[in-house]
């Protein structure tokens, strides 16, 4: 369902064309200047992001976390009793926002915002210790101090659809201008998962 809000920001839905860049940019389409593969080098490269999730009672909530980024996917280590243990295990459904850093040396004269990539997910709670994530373990790394290795649940997130960025791939003074600012890119390859 689209609200009328979505319509007035011009923000598109699963199946529609993506919008045109603004003019000076050849018209070609906004997700033409950058690439599934770099947004995943800028996920891989990051390591936090805030996830969006729902409580049993439907209640939104959402929660800062530090992540890796393995095959892309998403792994998040937490307590088994917190609440993102209890409640994305029963919702399995996430909405992730990984800020990226931008500016350079400026950001530390200016306060610049980052650019953002958004997007959404199923997500798989794993108890600790599960056989299907031991492998993985040492892929984690600092993720997981290894005193946890058998106490932590990891949370594994598997983005789906498209990506939608902002500020991402795009000069400092574009920002400004939303429709060359923002994009929308698969989050698989064609041909590819």
Known sequence: MITNQHQQAGLGTAGQEVPRAAAGDDARP???RL???????QIAEASFAVIGYVTPAGEPRSSG?????IRRRLYVAVPPDSWKARHIAASRRVAVTVPVRRGGI??????IPPATISFHGAAI???AGSPKV???LKELGALIPVERWTS???IEILPEGAFLTYGLGVPLRRLRDPAA???????TQEGKT
């Open 30 to 32: 906004m997700a033409a």
């Open 35 to 41: 690439t599934t593969e770099q947004v995943w080098h």
């Open 65 to 69: 976390v530090v992540y890796k980024s």
């Open 106 to 111: 400026l950001s530390l004269l200016a306060p």
């Open 125 to 127: 709670v794993h108890p």
């Open 134 to 136: 031991r492998p993985l």
């Open 152 to 154: 932590a649940c990891i």
């Open 181 to 187: 600012a923002r994009a929308r890119v698969s989050v």
